[in-house]
């Protein structure tokens, strides 16, 4: 890891969201090689950083919260989730180190990311450059996740509403965004509905 990507970088994990497609069923509690989704991102995160990984999730009681039972997690629920993406990261920046120099966004539903995946985008961190947002992408340069934030950001996240993940601070930063690009199309493949899940089960056995 370069002197510049911060070994204890604060990673939030993106998972309040109410799985309305799902049609009852929970996609972060869908099991991959026998373990929930969202416990597979938390390992992942906490596999990668020496830093806090906090983890905005619906409020509590949900089952969500037992499924990361014994790890090294900080579970923050997310009183007005229903709001929709904004709430949860408005939430979770605030509950971040007041030193922290910049942090992670990573959502809870991307099946196919891999910790390499996530090195890979810490690595790019370069403080010395004139860069303020690394974005994870497609093999081919789709913009995805995951994506950290330098902290001089954290303002302007802390000011938006409505369902956006912080993508119009990311428009805002312009130029100042560099992006990483991650094999194949894991850093935007989401799972959102039992057809999607189905599929990509089917895919994987194949």
């Known amino acids: 890891m370069s002197m510049q990507a911060p070994r204890d970088l604060p990673i939030i994990i993106l998972a309040a969201g109410q799985s309305k497609r ?47 039972d014994a790890l090294a997690v900080n579970r923050i629920g997310v009183p007005d989730a229903v ?19 910049a942090a992670m966004l990573l959502l809870g539903d991307l099946p196919d990311l891999t910790k390499d ?29 995951p994506i950290v934030f330098a902290a001089e950001l954290f303002g302007a996240l802390m000011g938006i509403t409505g369902d956006e993940g912080g993508q119009s601070v990311v428009r805002q930063a312009k130029d100042r965004v560099a992006l990483i690009r991650l094999p194949g199309h894991r850093a935007r493949k989401d799972l959102d509905t039992p057809e999607d899940w189905a599929a990509w089960r089917a895919q994987r056995r194949g």
Request: charged fraction near 25%; hydrophobic fraction near 40%.
């Open 22 to 68: 799902m049609r009852g069923a929970d996609k972060l509690l869908e099991e991959i090689d026998g373990v929930p989704l969202l416990r597979r991102q938390a390992n992942l995160a906490c596999s990668v950083t020496l830093g806090q990984v906090l983890i905005a999730l619906p409020p509590p009681p949900h089952p969500r919260y037992q499924c990361l």
């Open 83 to 101: 709001e929709g993406m904004s709430a949860s990261i408005r939430t979770a920046i605030a509950a971040l180190p007041e030193d922290a120099p």
């Open 117 to 145: 995946d996530i090195k890979n985008v810490i690595e790019a961190i370069d403080f010395n450059k004139n860069i303020l947002i690394w974005r994870g992408a497609t093999e081919d340069g789709e913009p995805g996740h």
